[in-house]
């Protein structure tokens, strides 16, 4: 996990963003499977996780930042993936699962401010405040958190 702890110059409140591959994870992202099944995430994904026990979803967490607002949000990536061999081994890591499945549905993040797709931010350094709205960097007294 990587990410960074934010002090507001503006109000002065704390936040932090989090992000990463996290192994081990098991049961991670039902609540996002469940809200495919219950059509939330649109029709195409949740014909998919309805109809193929056997898909699997990239539970990686993952920073999203809007390129028209600036809002961010930490989400699970939700990249949809079907098996490539028989019987594959269960994965406990994200990058191995690419190795036994394919992709098979792009992950895709709607700005809950304006609407617009949001994108990966592998950086973080620069966020807004949750808060108030200013844009910051990664504070130093708070420390940068890299596990």
């Not at 406990?92 to 895709?108: C, M, N, T, V």
Request: net charge neutral.
């Amino acid at each position: 996990m990587e990410g960074f702890g934010f002090k507001c110059k503006k109000c002065g409140k704390t936040y932090e963003a989090m992000w990463g591959d996290d192994p081990m994870n098991v049961g991670f992202g039902e609540e996002y499977l469940e809200a495919m099944r219950q059509g939330e995430y649109g029709p195409e994904r949740q014909h998919i996780v309805l109809s193929d026990k056997s898909v699997l979803m990239d539970t990686t967490l993952r920073l999203y930042k809007c390129r028209k607002c600036g809002a961010w949000k930490v989400e699970c990536d939700m990249g949809l993936y079907a098996p490539k061999v028989d019987n594959p081994k269960v994965v406990w890591w994200a990058s191995y699962l690419k190795e036994q499945y394919r992709l098979i549905k792009e992950p895709f993040h709607k700005c809950d401010e304006c609407g617009c797709e949001m994108k990966i931010d592998k950086h973080g350094f620069r966020l807004k405040c949750p808060y108030c709205g200013k844009a910051n960097w990664g504070h130093p007294q708070i420390e940068v958190i890299d596990y």
